[in-house]
């Protein structure tokens, strides 16, 4: 059995620092040679193979030192400050992925070497790097909410606020989502920040944007590793030895961030960054055999990559928990607080209530694509805990007329609020639309009483009798005479006293002149009774003079409802 030339010393006459496509092709061939001995028994027991064997196993030896300490070689250009990892990778080594499968072939314990130095080349290396970036996001860092900023806490103290840290000086943020949103509608796919030149820029951003950023540079990073693990060694299972370090790093900072972290909103914006990747985790991806590039494998056909899967079930599982235990610190805030301290003289719509309702309208917004019953159920305990609030903060006026003004301005408001939240909204929205309308009605006769008492006591315990069926205290025109002539003297100026306490009783306008509408629609029906009376009662004629004409009042309700 004659060896060909390219084969009798290959390994000694190249230089070790070159391992070229003509050299593979040799260690190809050495390869054939290796196996055809290996699974042939008639050429184990052949003369011929006892001449050529000792020379085929130094050739293996030499091939396998040389192509071991080439590929060493190129490891350690992975360890340089600044190298592109990916590129080296996808330019470099994986032309040489056939030294790989040569060693596993014919060099075990070499391989062995070379996979053990990898992994701990690139665990320390993406540890290093992941470290250095979120040392450098942590200084860019912009606190939102302390553990005081809750829905029923009247103050709040700042001494929480991390050294170091941005705090908030526009307080609203803690409760409205308002652009924040855009994270998950605009953001959630962009490129990670790169903290330096944010950092120029001297800007600041809540934690999501930071998690978002952080958990962008992980995906991107472990996608292209685990391809590249699979592609070059032909082993997924390398990936989670190397990610074992960069997940011990990220582990050790959430978890300094999340005991201290009182902002349910962003908690809730990181869980549905997590959903989103756990949801998206699905590259475009070819052969590598068909193509040069990383980029260019992100053309072919949809393959899942589940290197992260555990990673992200595993954030997902620690913010639930965190999310609830904040929620319910707001919620305990509205059952427990203080109605003497938080009460204000000031029929306006309350902080809390506002609060409450820019609180709920972001986690309604928040769960619109993923109905998440028990968000729902959460909700309606707040909803619960604030109407008991409010109620007991409107007690807390002396007149019972303010009493229902406080309540309307607020579920008012409440209701402009949600609406913002979208038509999901709808369950809370429509219970607060219901008590809106039930305290209208209140307001409606407490305003019609102060300037028309009589007449609507009239009108609500005799106006129905009939003066006809023998009742024992008939209707007299003596009786009614005085009401008629009463409303003929100042009915124009009570509507305009009525105009002038609606305007200053409620803070939306349009509100307070949908309610005088209502109350001036309820005085037309109040007087239409009193009238249709008129005509049953003997003698009722001749007030006739007297009675302002149905028409005139309708005008007069025409006249302010041109003001809105």
């Known amino acids: 059995m004659a060896l060909p030339m390219e084969l009798r010393f290959p390994t000694a006459e190249v230089d070790l620092a070159l391992v070229s496509d003509e050299y593979m092709r040799t260690l190809e061939i050495l390869s054939k040679k290796l196996k055809f001995i290996e699974v042939d028994s008639m050429v184990k027991t052949s003369t011929a193979l006892k001449d050529v064997q000792p020379e085929l196993e130094r050739l293996r030896q030499k091939a396998v030192t040389k192509v071991f300490e080439f590929i060493v070689q190129k490891l350690h250009a992975l360890r340089k400050p600044k190298t592109n990892i990916q590129i080296l990778q996808q330019s470099v080594l994986l032309k040489y992925k056939y030294v790989i499968s040569f060693l596993k072939e014919h060099g075990k314990e070499t391989y062995t070497e070379i996979r053990a130095a990898y992994v701990d080349t690139m665990n320390k290396v993406l540890s290093a790097h992941f470290r250095a970036y979120i040392q450098a996001l942590e200084k860019l860092q912009l606190d939102i909410a302390t553990s005081s900023d809750l829905i029923g806490v009247e103050t709040r103290s700042t001494s929480l606020f991390s050294r170091g840290r941005e705090p908030l000086k526009n307080r609203s943020a803690v409760f409205a989502l308002g652009e924040r949103i855009n994270i998950l509608k605009v953001e959630i796919d962009e490129p990670a ?107 072919m056909s949809r393959r899942r990559i589940p290197c992260l899967d555990s990673y992200l079930d595993k954030v997902n599982i620690s913010l639930w928990p965190r999310f609830k235990m904040v929620f319910d610190m707001h919620l305990n805030s509205l059952r427990n607080a203080n109605v003497r301290t938080l009460w204000e003289d000031d029929v306006h719509p309350h902080y809390v209530m506002r609060r409450y309702a820019e609180f709920a309208a972001s986690l309604i917004h928040l769960n619109v694509e993923y109905g998440d019953g028990q968000l729902e159920l959460n909700m309606e305990r707040l909803r619960m805990a604030v109407d008991d609030l409010l109620i007991k903060l409107a007690k807390t006026f002396p007149k019972p007329k303010l009493q229902t003004v406080f309540l309307i301005n607020n579920y008012d408001m409440t209701i402009a609020v949600l609406k913002e939240a979208g038509p999901e909204g709808s369950k809370i929205q429509l219970h607060f639309e219901e008590l809106l309308k039930n305290n209208t009605s209140i307001f409606v006769e407490e305003l019609l009483l102060e300037h028309f008492s009589d007449l609507i006591k009239f009108v609500k315990t005799r106006a129905s009798e009939d003066p006809s069926s023998g009742a024992e205290k008939p209707i007299t025109v003596a009786e009614v005479e005085p009401l008629v002539k009463d409303f003929a003297s100042r009915w124009k100026a009570a509507i305009e006293l009525m105009h002038n306490d609606v305007i200053t009783s409620f803070s939306n306008f349009l509100c307070g002149m949908e309610i005088l509408r209502a109350a001036l629609t309820q005085l037309l029906l109040y007087y239409t009774r009193l009238s249709d009376c008129i005509k049953r009662v003997a003698g009722g004629p001749a007030l006739n003079k007297d009675l302002v004409s149905i028409s005139s009042i309708m005008y007069e309700i025409r006249k302010y409802s041109r003001t809105f």
């Open 193 to 299: 920040l790169i903290p330096h030149i944010a950092e120029a820029s001297s800007r600041k951003y809540p934690y999501e944007v930071l998690f978002r950023s952080l958990h962008k540079l992980l995906l991107d990073t472990a996608t292209s590793e685990y391809l590249f693990c699979d592609d070059f060694f032909g082993e997924e299972s390398i990936f989670y030895e190397i990610f074992s370090g960069p997940f011990a790093v990220i582990d050790e900072h959430f978890n300094s961030i999340l005991p201290n972290c009182f902002d349910a909103i962003g908690i809730m914006l990181m869980i549905r960054i997590i959903h989103h990747h756990q949801n998206t985790t699905l590259i475009e991806f070819q052969d590598a055999t068909h193509c040069c590039s990383f980029a260019s494998q992100l053309i």
